[in-house]
């Protein structure tokens, strides 16, 4: 499986990607908002695009389908319940769905509800496996649900589905936030010294260059992962002074993330 991550330098800071097949050069496109630099990206590859998959149905990631598709005649995938809000949706996907690209790359399809209630992350059963993730999960940081989405779904989600998969798994979201969502981890816990060695090296980073990170990474930096750790349940507890001595997971995730929407 061959992975381009396309930094699109607009000012939402999305990452588009292209996942292709080596030996047959097709490629899926996913969330192609920058339809022109993911057509160059692959006409430079030598690869065909063949599939467009969108993650979710926001603009800032449908807003290449047309373009693309014109460019293409690409089939456009997408969350079997999105029809109403993605035109022209050639497949809807449900979860464990199979998404195959040339001969040699599978994707699964897991149904990811919380930034929305439509939201699909795409894994890859591949050697070193990879979670394309959308708007649910960032790399340091969880989605926001201001705009069709619920909190406790993205918590589900959390615990569910992406706790379980494997450490080597590797991350890659809809946008780069990184940094910032390094500042809200070190807010939320002061002596992660993890994230704070994290984020002296990305603060400046390149994002045509950007880090890659694991699960297993994500799990020691992402707060959303870090809901037993006494430090955050402490801090938590400064805002939030009804907050329970013992409190379970979930009531700490949808804390921080209502801590997280006006931070």
């Known amino acids: 499986m061959l992975v381009e991550q396309i930094w699109t330098a607009n000012a939402y800071r999305n990452f588009n990607y292209l996942i292709a097949c080596e030996e047959t050069g097709e490629a899926l496109a996913v969330d192609p908002l920058d339809h022109r630099k993911c057509l160059a990206v692959a006409r430079d590859r030598g690869w065909e695009i063949t599939q467009i998959l969108n993650t979710h149905e926001h603009g800032d990631h449908t807003g ?3 373009a693309m598709i014109a460019a293409t005649g690409a089939r456009l995938l997408a969350h079997a319940n999105a029809r109403g809000a993605i035109p022209g949706i050639d497949r809807g996907l449900a979860a464990g769905d199979a998404i195959r690209i040339g001969k ?3 994707l699964e399809a897991l149904d990811t509800p919380g930034h929305t209630m439509s939201h699909v992350c795409v894994l890859s059963h591949s050697a070193t496996p990879a979670l394309f993730c959308g708007d649910t999960l960032f790399n340091a940081g969880a989605g926001n649900c201001h705009n069709g ?3 406790a779904e993205l918590y589900d989600t959390f615990a569910n589905q992406f706790a379980s998969l494997p450490d080597d798994v590797l991350v890659y979201p809809g946008h780069d936030y990184i940094a910032n969502n390094l500042g809200f981890t070190l807010a ?6 993890a994230a704070r060695e994290l984020l002296e090296q990305v603060a400046c980073q390149d994002p045509n260059e950007a ?5 297993a990474m994500e799990k020691e930096i992402n707060t959303f ?3 037993q750790s006494p430090t955050v349940i402490a801090r938590l ?3 939030f002074p009804d907050l329970p001595d013992d409190p379970d997971t979930r009531t700490v995730f ?3 993330r209502e801590l997280r929407n006006t931070w």
């Open 64 to 66: 290449g389908n047309r």
């Open 104 to 106: 040699t790359v599978e």
């Open 149 to 151: 989405g619920h909190p």
């Open 188 to 193: 939320r816990e002061p002596d992660n010294g």
């Open 211 to 215: 880090l890659v990170s694991t699960l």
């Open 225 to 227: 992962f870090r809901l």
């Open 237 to 239: 507890r400064e805002e």
């Open 254 to 256: 949808l804390k921080l």
